[in-house]
């Protein structure tokens, strides 16, 4: 049973350029520029439509976890270490001390991300701005023109 894919836009744009330059239409040249690639990556891309067609041209990695995520259980010890200990720290001080003293690695935005998903955290438009109180009027008729005490008209 064949595997059940979908295209994203960019490879569908892929696709149509594949296809013209398999009917001649284009050139490689061409084609590498409408796709901003080298030609040599037009050459790699041409190989592999001739021999699968337009699925060839869909990622490898859909659905697939990231090479560049964290550890499981990490998120969830961090989190409880921030609430138990950090929970009034910002995120930059929350993963340096996290660093300096557990000896724990992430990055500053991977940490905002974990602290805003658990509720300790809140988003910069979240957060209530405080109220400028308005300005009164002043009593005189043109009193704010000239207020910094010169003689001179």
């Given at each position: 049973m064949e595997e059940l894919w979908t295209m994203s836009n960019k490879e569908l744009d892929r696709a149509m350029v594949m296809a013209r330059l398999a009917e001649r239409r284009i050139s490689q040249?061409?084609?590498?520029?409408?796709?901003?690639?080298?030609?040599?990556?037009?050459?790699r891309l041409?190989?592999?439509?001739?021999?699968?067609?337009?699925?060839?041209l869909v990622s490898k990695r859909r659905g697939k976890p990231s090479n560049r995520r964290l550890p499981a259980g990490l998120r969830e010890?961090?989190?409880q270490l921030v609430r138990d200990r950090y929970a009034d720290f910002g995120p930059?001080?929350?993963?340096?001390?996290?660093?300096?003293?557990?000896?724990v690695n992430v990055g500053v935005e991977t940490l905002r991300g974990w602290m805003i998903a658990a509720g300790l955290w809140r988003t910069r438009?979240?957060?209530?701005?405080r109220p400028q109180p308005p300005r009164l009027r002043r009593s005189c008729?043109?009193?704010l023109v000239q207020i910094d005490g010169c003689d001179h008209e």
């Open positions: 040249q061409t084609a590498g520029q409408m796709l901003s690639l080298s030609e040599r990556q037009v050459r041409q190989r592999a439509y001739e021999a699968r067609g337009a699925a060839a010890y961090v989190v930059t001080l929350a993963r340096e001390k996290l660093h300096e003293l557990h000896s438009s979240e957060r209530r701005r008729f043109g009193e």
